[in-house]
């Protein structure tokens, strides 16, 4: 069965490129007409970006109790962003790479899925904090419409709906069981007509409340251990400024530092908030026109936004391939199957 599974997802990988071979294929000639110096920095800094996204995820786990490697973590970040693409399901395909790393590590899957959890808390919080200058940017500017405010008041709301499950298992594991079985409840209740059946266990959601209860426990004892996962997250999202300027340089573009902040802004604030999985077809678009809308050449505003797709987008999601497969295909999973 798991070779099944590992074949299935890597058949959706296969398909999922093949269907936009023509988006790729516009990105590598997109690419061949940049400078290459930049083009190279941009590289770097999404291999820095991948580490610092494991080590993000180690300073986590060790703030809840759990310790891992980064060169541990890496591949399962990797094949976790992968399966996001390929089969999306509001981040759950990803976390389910985590809970069965955890598994078969035998450590709390509860803690690996609260894990997942804080990251984005980590992340969102750091994002935020962009998001509140790229938004007062645009205000200024008289380019603010009413299509961010709402994404940027959804992000608000899953952000504040993740804060409050993580402050209910901080006080009571019963009171995050109850939290989690209600949330199971109404899912139940909107699928049921469809499946005929409970797609999640409200028990499950009350055992796992108090697997992560513990780990949440773990940082009330140390709170101090929060500090390192708020650097990362702010460095994560920092790094891809960074890619995102490097695209500027590499095609001769001038760019303010509003404008550069602005742009990340909303190309990001669309990639969590996209109905399609990490954003595809729809940040291009949003982002091209935003920074058009900032007195950027339209033409150069599509080629910048093609490249900064290509190694923000593309590149993550190839190595992800590669991490996929080596995990599926590794000495101890293998022994595990």
């Given at each position: 069965m798991r070779k099944f599974i590992l074949a299935v997802v890597l058949l959706l990988g296969v398909v999922f490129i093949m269907y936009r071979l023509a988006e790729v294929q516009a990105i590598v000639e997109t690419l061949e007409r940049g400078d290459w110096r930049f083009l190279l920095i941009a590289f770097f800094l999404?291999?820095?970006?991948?580490?610092?996204?494991a080590a993000l995820f180690k300073s986590v786990y060790q703030a809840i109790g759990l310790e891992e490697k980064i060169s541990t973590l890496l591949p399962v970040v990797l094949a976790a962003y992968f399966v996001n693409v390929v089969a999306p399901a509001g981040g759950m395909s990803g976390m389910a790479v985590f809970v069965a790393e955890a598994k078969r590590r035998n450590y709390s899957p509860g803690r690996a899925a609260i894990g997942?959890?804080?990251?984005?808390?980590?992340?969102?919080?750091?994002?935020?904090c962009i998001l509140a200058v790229g938004l007062f940017v645009l205000f200024r500017r008289n380019n603010l419409n009413t299509g961010e405010i709402i994404a940027s008041a959804l992000l608000v709301g899953i952000f504040l709906v993740l804060a409050l499950l993580v402050y209910l298992g901080m006080?009571?594991?019963?009171?995050?069981?109850?939290?989690?079985?209600w949330m199971a409840y109404i899912v139940n209740r909107i699928l049921r007509p469809f499946l005929h059946?409970?797609?999640?266990?409200e028990q499950r959601a009350h055992e796992f409340a108090q697997e992560a209860a513990g780990g949440l426990n773990e940082l009330l004892k140390q709170p101090e251990k929060l500090m390192t996962p708020a650097v990362l997250a702010v460095t994560k999202q920092s790094l891809m400024i960074l890619v995102l300027w490097m695209s500027f340089l590499a095609f001769d573009v001038p760019v303010s530092a509003g404008t550069l902040i602005a742009g990340y802004s909303?190309?990001?604030?669309f990639l969590i908030i996209s109905p399609t999985p990490s954003g595809m077809g729809v940040v291009e678009g949003i982002l091209t026109l935003a920074l058009s809308s900032m007195y950027i050449p339209l033409g150069a505003a599509a080629v910048i936004t093609i490249a900064y797709r290509g190694f923000s987008f593309w590149m993550p999601l190839l190595m992800g391939i590669a991490a996929f497969r080596w995990l599926g295909g590794s000495k101890d999973i293998r022994a595990t199957a």
């Amino acid at each position: 069965m798991r070779k099944f599974i590992l074949a299935v997802v890597l058949l959706l990988g296969v398909v999922f490129i093949m269907y936009r071979l023509a988006e790729v294929q516009a990105i590598v000639e997109t690419l061949e007409r940049g400078d290459w110096r930049f083009l190279l920095i941009a590289f770097f800094l999404v291999l820095i970006w991948t580490i610092n996204l494991a080590a993000l995820f180690k300073s986590v786990y060790q703030a809840i109790g759990l310790e891992e490697k980064i060169s541990t973590l890496l591949p399962v970040v990797l094949a976790a962003y992968f399966v996001n693409v390929v089969a999306p399901a509001g981040g759950m395909s990803g976390m389910a790479v985590f809970v069965a790393e955890a598994k078969r590590r035998n450590y709390s899957p509860g803690r690996a899925a609260i894990g997942g959890a804080l990251y984005l808390l980590f992340d969102y919080s750091a994002f935020l904090c962009i998001l509140a200058v790229g938004l007062f940017v645009l205000f200024r500017r008289n380019n603010l419409n009413t299509g961010e405010i709402i994404a940027s008041a959804l992000l608000v709301g899953i952000f504040l709906v993740l804060a409050l499950l993580v402050y209910l298992g901080m006080r009571s594991a019963r009171e995050l069981g109850r939290a989690l079985a209600w949330m199971a409840y109404i899912v139940n209740r909107i699928l049921r007509p469809f499946l005929h059946r409970e797609y999640l266990s409200e028990q499950r959601a009350h055992e796992f409340a108090q697997e992560a209860a513990g780990g949440l426990n773990e940082l009330l004892k140390q709170p101090e251990k929060l500090m390192t996962p708020a650097v990362l997250a702010v460095t994560k999202q920092s790094l891809m400024i960074l890619v995102l300027w490097m695209s500027f340089l590499a095609f001769d573009v001038p760019v303010s530092a509003g404008t550069l902040i602005a742009g990340y802004s909303i190309g990001y604030l669309f990639l969590i908030i996209s109905p399609t999985p990490s954003g595809m077809g729809v940040v291009e678009g949003i982002l091209t026109l935003a920074l058009s809308s900032m007195y950027i050449p339209l033409g150069a505003a599509a080629v910048i936004t093609i490249a900064y797709r290509g190694f923000s987008f593309w590149m993550p999601l190839l190595m992800g391939i590669a991490a996929f497969r080596w995990l599926g295909g590794s000495k101890d999973i293998r022994a595990t199957a």
